[in-house]
């Protein structure tokens, strides 16, 4: 019985950048309770086959990470009390409830990139990362890739090793790219009301008010998104929470209610306008699609890239998305010899999209969005590699840089082999008994050690009650009253027409700008205590 729950739970875990969880129902995108994770979690360290599962540890970092929904201020003493009692016995089936000791050392292509002591004993070191600058890495990695050895010493305990890269691409992500997150963008027409509408457009006149909208749409509930538009030098953003813009705008300043009703649906954004870029925050952003928009005013002719908008995850950044990238005309009115044309702009993206071998009819050449609906991967893509939405392919970044479909590039289509595991400086494997609470197989599980869980649980169950019998005893100020039921959905469900009349929750958020770069390598390994 234990074995089937177990693996009922497993069945239902999702991988989430280098974290999982296990959802609330088969199919789910949004994340059980902490209470059933840490259930979960228990019941899998108590079996061996479980516990070396490679799930299983990436369920633990994620209740390690202690984030909290929108509508808590703080975890509830309970969840708290059984995240602990969770992560106890994870820690005896992997070797690190008495004392974690790990001689560990990385290397890639005789380049030794980590090579420390990781301990729970004075002097305690349990978390360390080392990054490299790029001309330091050896020279021939850009074809052989990333190929990570691990070689770990004589010691017992558990560590968990990730490694980055920080990359700027070759060439520009022209088509929508897709890594966790679809990111969709178009440029509206206003109606008479001032909301973004009508079909998808290219050219505008000096002095038109247009209206960006962008789609973000996540399988999964994710806490800190980011979401960021550069907007091109022919467009200028109107920021209405300044009077001469809202005026502009049509809008009263300081925007309208959307606000207010974020905060009580838990989902609001907080948005900064510069004259080169427009981002979003969210600290909780549910899974489904979320719309936002901004006005601009288009300025000086002249034909402009049309970059595309990136989401990401704050926490993991690895989880993100790119819209497609497209060119922009602002259409000269007077009759002069130098006056940029609609055929000329046709023109310009013909010859963009022979350069970079794209078909650029799939980013909105034409009017409408019918050919903008995003292609989606026959399977999942390899982890080095991302699906593209427009053609519906899984591409990979090759040798030279560039985007090409996994089987074409260098790299293998697959996720890659795993890194290697070695033992430090030619020892031999270790294969010692079991530490003491280690679990090895059920017959062997050290009686002392399952009266210890055991006890301690209960103890929680005692504690959770409690608990319980407070809350229900004190009555919360401003509750809603016995006779009235409150809604258990965390948002409504708008259809398309009603979707386009959303507007984006915003407020101000002054800051100077970021520019984000550079290359380099990345490394980090950590072990639980």
């Known amino acids: 019985m234990k ?43 108590g079996l061996p086959s479980y516990a070396q599962n490679t799930m299983v540890p990436l369920v633990a970092t994620q209740l390690l990470s202690a984030d909290r929904s929108p509508w808590q201020r703080s975890l509830p003493p309970r969840d708290l009390i059984m995240v602990s009692v ?23 292509q005789s380049k030794t990139l980590l090579n420390v002591e990781l301990r729970s004993a004075p002097p305690k070191l349990l978390t360390v990362w080392t990054a490299w600058p790029w001309s330091e890495l050896p020279d021939t990695l850009p074809k052989s890739g990333m190929d990570l050895e691990i070689q770990v010493g004589t010691g017992s305990g558990l560590a968990i090793v990730s490694y980055a890269m920080d990359l700027i691409p070759v060439k520009p992500f022209l088509e929508p790219q897709f890594k966790g997150i679809m990111v969709q963008k178009i440029v509206q027409k206003l109606d008479t009301r001032g909301h973004c509408h009508g079909p998808a457009v290219h050219i505008a006149e000096p002095g038109q008010l247009l209206c960006v909208t962008i789609q973000i749409t996540s399988p999964d509930d994710l806490n800190e998104v980011e979401v960021v538009d550069l907007v091109p030098a022919g467009l200028e953003p109107l920021d209405e929470a300044l009077a001469a813009a809202a005026a502009v705008a049509g809008e009263d300043a300081g925007g309208d209610n959307a606000f207010v009703w974020g905060l009580l649906l838990g989902r609001s954004w907080k948005r900064t306008v510069r004259r080169d870029f427009v981002r979003w925050r969210s600290a909780y952003m549910w899974g489904g699609t979320h719309t936002l928009s901004f006005n601009c005013i288009a300025n000086a002719p002249g034909v402009y890239s049309l970059p595309s908008a990136k989401a990401h995850s704050v926490k993991f950044p690895e989880v993100m998305g790119f819209s497609g990238a497209a060119s922009f005309l602002v259409e000269d009115t007077a009759e002069s010899p130098n006056a940029v044309s609609a055929p000329m702009l046709q023109q310009f993206r013909r010859n963009v999209g022979a350069a970079f071998q794209v078909d650029l009819g799939l980013l909105g050449a034409t009017e ?52 290697t595991q070695k033992p430090w400086r030619h020892q031999e494997p270790r294969v010692p008994h079991p530490p003491e609470g280690h679990i090895e197989d059920p017959e062997a599980l050290d009686a002392s050690h399952s009266q210890t869980v055991v006890f301690v649980l209960l103890l929680a169950v005692v504690a959770a009650g409690i608990y319980s019998y407070m809350a229900r005893m004190k009555t919360p100020r401003n509750f809603a009253p016995p006779d009235m039921e409150l809604s258990s959905e965390p948002f409504a469900v708008l259809d398309e027409e009603m979707t386009a009349h959303v507007r984006s929750p915003l407020t101000v958020e002054e800051g100077p700008r970021q520019h984000l770069g550079g290359a380099g390598a990345l490394a980090a390994t950590e072990a639980a205590e």
């Not at 693996?7 to 991988?15: G, I, K, N």
């Not at 089936?93 to 990385?106: H, R, Y």
């Not at 699906?387 to 392919?393: D, E, Q, V």
Request: glycine share 8%; net charge negative.
């Open 86 to 108: 969770s992560l106890l016995a994870f820690d005896s089936a992997t070797g690190s409830s008495v004392e974690a000791d790990i001689p560990l050392q990385i290397v890639t």
């Open 368 to 419: 409408g969005v019918a050919s903008m609906l995003p292609v989606a991967c026959p399977q999942a893509c390899p982890a080095a590699g991302s699906c593209n939405l427009a053609k519906g392919i899984c591409e990979c970044v090759s040798s030279s840089g560039d985007l090409l479909p996994c089987e074409d590039s260098t790299q293998e289509p697959g996720p890659g082999p795993a890194p």
């Open 3 to 45: 074995r089937v729950t177990a693996e009922a739970l497993l069945s239902r875990t999702r991988v989430q950048g280098p974290t999982a969880y296990v959802a609330s129902a088969e199919g789910s995108m949004h994340s059980a309770s902490r209470w059933v994770q840490s259930l979960a979690l228990w019941l899998w360290s």
